[in-house]
């Protein structure tokens, strides 16, 4: 069964920096656009970063400019990198894949404050 473990997450400062790492198991992965969502507290689960298979990557505008999604096919991980945080950036950010399916993972937390 697909396994998708994030990791990588923590309390910052506004205008922090993290760096959100996911590895999905199973070989799909390499075939499959893999996206980050985030669960704020309160608010709907949200679509924050899309990569595809071949790297073409999209943003939410909430984040564009200030977040980076890449992917390694050989290691079977996606990554997020999160600068200039803002409080609002506050949630748990998953990975997940529709292409692949499966459960999803535990999220990892990120929390932005002064």
């Known amino acids: 069964q697909v396994q998708l473990v994030e990791s990588g997450g923590g309390a910052v400062r506004p205008g922090g920096s993290l760096r959100l790492s996911c590895a999905v198991s199973g070989s799909m992965f390499s075939a499959s656009t893999m996206q980050w969502y985030r669960q704020a507290p309160g608010k709907q689960l949200e679509s924050v970063a899309t990569?595809?298979?071949?790297?073409?990557?999209n943003y939410a505008d909430s984040v564009k400019g200030r977040f980076t999604v890449t992917r390694d096919n050989a290691k079977n991980t996606v990554v997020l990198q999160l600068n200039n945080l803002k409080p609002e950036d506050t949630g748990v950010y998953y990975c997940y894949s529709t292409t692949i399916g499966g459960p999803w993972g535990q999220g990892t937390q990120v929390t932005v404050s002064s």
């Open positions: 990569i595809t298979n071949v790297g073409v990557t």
